[in-house]
């Protein structure tokens, strides 16, 4: 095979994109090629985007990527709206509320505060490689070392308390710090957006600060929604790629990582024409990357059993209202562009919705955020908790009942909203696994848990991006530090592959 | 009045009886069962002496029946055993048996056993271990079928110089024609027999495979044929003696199984256990492979030995040293061998003892003298498996003895 390409890239997701970047940057002669007939995977798709609130791009790699920062973070912080089950919906910008008691806003401000700095310390692994298990280089090590060297110096006592609460869920912790009710359950929400927890499953701490260490020029864990909304971030990401030499070919589907020697060789395409590169990055999810595309006869057997049994069942569907006329606010006043609203009145309510979907059924009343697009006239909705494994399948009596229980909440908020419906779309999860690579669903590519973080992610054995195959690296949101829209496990898996020499 | 014998409880312990159980029950005048997965295996029947002679002299039968048995088909069959074991088993023809070992990913050996290979898509492994979960792991994603037949075959090892006549005195026709490692087909006592020439003894010797429901009519066949061939029925300890002399391991005794072991430096590498010859690292990706490659370019951490002993007293248990003062080793199997008159045994010897260190090396023997024990030092030296050679372990056709 000749030797056209230095790199290929399976999947021009935001991270696949930032990857060939990084490459392409690197003077490597790099190729995306993506299965889909649009760039920027899951944001990428204008008429049905599985993830419309693309808020969290590294700004430090937006940096060293030389994008346009100030359109990409300049934006002011996204404000959230929490609806209860009546009257008008808190408004949460970062550490400020405001709609519900003085104690209230004062305990939350101090409480954000506090999971920030925690965060932070936190995130400082977030643009490292995880040490190895075992086996760690001085580099990997002097990351973690980092990581606790900052968590030493938030002091003695906010410390003890972050190893307090790390592992313990986020029922307890916002209970005891700001009581139940809309504004807990946001924060609820955040802590288990995605993924298969209730804010009573262990582990939800961790997840509230894994998506808090997401920073912006505004602060941490504040999104913004770039100038030009995600289209914009996915084309300054694509243009970086082509303005570095990268190529970028859409509609041409991977079937096969091809391997000579136990290295990769290239990859062939369904159509059957085979390009030839000595590295390969996947932006497909860790088990589609290793059970399907490249092949079980390349692993050994323990490490399959891992790949296999790691958890990403997927409980996030997506659904499109179209809407001519946005209705008031039962309060009054109307929904603004770029206004997340988050319908979780109760954590109660969110870990109620949780037991439905642990047992593969629909929850009677999902919880859910949604954003509306004032230029397309459309609300695009997030519903949490719709089981991958629903029992019977996802029929269109599934999706059609899923709609209307999300349509019968957003009545109680929007009064005469269903009436102004002209057309609603419904993505479960299991038309996120076959449109986007994704096994399970799963928007991350894999939980977000302890056991499957840091030096455990994807899986044990699989977490510095490069696979056992020489030349083959994971880049997608199965690798550290996983999910969200940050770029980071592209970034990292380009810098791993070219720190091996670039093959 | 004479007394009348009352029947005895046969197996205590919660055993299962196995195919054989009926006869053995009979022949088995010590009662002295051991557990093998769960059976009533006779550990000696009579006497260990007559039973290890009968082996080196004579024929025996022995129930492999508890052996863990796994049946391997499907148009994938071939991939699947080639990505378990190190061997490459493509080479493996049709109606052949091959030993092998299997390894996890980090090149520790998990366990050793045959593989059968009974037509291009039908495979069959023995091994001591369990090993259906690690066979499904290593068969998930092909298209494979993995079964345990342990319960569905019964097995018996007909080992001893005069076994082959044995058989031809059946009328075993074309018997003598099977090479070593071969399988064939025969009837005996109107049963369906599969014969493979394998064993665990180093000796001329059979292994015959039959459906449980004809094991009794296989072994009241060959009782009476075996009559003047000197056929004794023999217990583990006999068997024991001789596969040391053979030249054998055994897992649990000289190594442990990568899947068993508590301290991970416990398992051992093929490289340790100077089982290298079994390790085909240029064939496609199989189980451990890239770790074996790793390993082949290091130098063992420690390796086991054979050893011969000077003077006579076997070294159970015994400490290695070298120059009677630093402690290197210590023996895994030990035994006086009454067929080669020598002091033999398995040990094992950190690095560098046993690979550069070879010479001045001693073991500490214990001895008990009514009730007071005695230590010796005693000379041991690096020698070459195995012990016990003889050219009609591989001679086709066999001599009648």
Known sequence: ?503 | MAAKAKPVPQVALGLEPGPFHDRLVAHNRQQAWMNWMGYASPSVLDTVEFEYFAIRNQSTLFDISPMCKYAITGPDAESVVNRLVTRDIRKLKPGRVAYCIWCDEDGNVVDDGTVFRLSETEFRLCCQEPQLSWLEDIGWGFDVQISDVTRDIAGLALQGPTSCALLKDLGLAGIETLKPFGIAGFEIGGAAVTISRTGFTGDLGYELWMEPGDALKVWDALMPAGKLRGLRVIGYEALEMARIEAGFLLPKVDFLSAQTVLRADRANTPYELGLEWLVALDKPHFNGRRALVDLSKQTPRRKLVAIEIERDKPAHNALVYHKKTREVGQVTSALWSPTCKRNIAYAWLEAPYGQSVTDNLWVEIYLQKEIRWQRRMARCHLVAKPFFVHPRRTATPPADY
């Open chain 1, 1 to 503: 095979m000749s030797g056209r390409y230095d790199a290929i890239i399976i999947g021009a997701g935001h991270n696949g994109l930032v990857g060939a970047a990084v490459l392409a940057r690197k003077g490597k002669k790099v190729l995306v090629l993506e299965a889909r007939d649009h760039v920027g995977g899951m944001l990428g798709d204008a008429s049905f985007r599985v993830a419309p609130l693309p808020y969290a791009l590294r700004p430090e790699i937006a940096r060293m990527l030389q994008l346009d920062q100030k359109r990409l973070h300049g934006a002011k912080p996204v404000e959230t709206l929490a609806f209860g089950s009546d009257g008008p919906p808190l408004r949460i910008i970062g550490g400020q509320v405001t709609g519900t008691d003085a104690i209230t806003e004062h305990d939350y401000a101090i409480l954000h505060a506090r999971l920030g700095r925690q965060a932070r310390a936190l995130g400082v692994m977030m643009l490292q490689s995880p040490p190895g298990l075992g086996k760690a280089s001085l580099g990997e090590m002097a990351g973690l070392a980092k990581m606790a060297l900052k968590m030493r110096l938030l002091g003695k006592t906010e410390m003890r308390d972050l190893l307090r609460i790390i592992l313990s869920n986020a029922w307890d912790l916002l209970n005891d710090e700001i009581g139940d009710g809309p504004l807990a359950g946001a924060l609820a929400m955040d802590a288990t957006l995605g993924g298969a927890m209730g804010p009573r499953s262990p582990g939800t701490v961790l997840t509230l600060l894994y998506r808090m260490a997401s920073q912006s020029s505004h602060g941490h864990g504040l999104r913004v929604m770039p100038e030009g909304g995600p289209d914009a971030l996915v084309k300054a990401l694509s243009d970086c790629v082509t303005s570095a030499g990268g190529e970028i070919r859409t509609g041409v589907a991977v079937e096969k990582i091809l391997v000579d020697q136990d290295r990769a060789a290239g990859v062939r395409l369904q159509s059957g024409e085979e390009i030839a590169a000595p590295l390969v990055l996947s932006n497909a999810s860790p088990k589609t990357t290793l059970l399907t595309l490249l092949g079980v006869e390349h692993l050994d057997g323990e490490f399959i059993r891992r790949c296999r049994n790691m958890a990403s069942k997927g409980m996030v569907s997506r659904l499109d209202f179209d809407i001519a006329q946005m209705p008031s606010l039962r309060s009054g006043g109307k929904i603004e562009q770029g206004q997340r609203l988050v319908f979780a009145p109760t954590m109660q309510a969110i870990e109620a919705s949780f037991n439905a979907a642990k047992y593969g059924d629909l929850p009677e009343r999902p919880v859910f955020e949604a954003t509306y697009d004032t230029t397309a006239k459309r609300l695009c909705v997030t519903a949490q908790f719709t089981p991958h494994d629903l029992k019977g399948g996802w029929t269109d009596d599934a999706k059609s009942a899923l709609a209307s229980s999300v349509m019968a909440a957003l009545e109680e908020a929007l009064p005469g909203l269903s009436s102004a419906v002209t057309a609603s779309r419904v993505m479960s999860p299991v038309d996120i696994e076959t449109g986007y690579g994704a096994s399970g669903g799963h928007w991350h590519h894999g939980e977000l848990r302890v056991d499957q973080l840091l030096m455990l992610r994807p899986f044990d054995g699989a977490a510095q991006y490069r696979m056992p195959v020489k030349g083959l690296y994971l880049c997608g949101a199965g690798a550290h530090p996983g999910g969200d829209i940050s770029g980071a496990p592209g970034f990292n898996a380009a810098r791993a592959a070219l720190r091996d020499g670039g093959h």
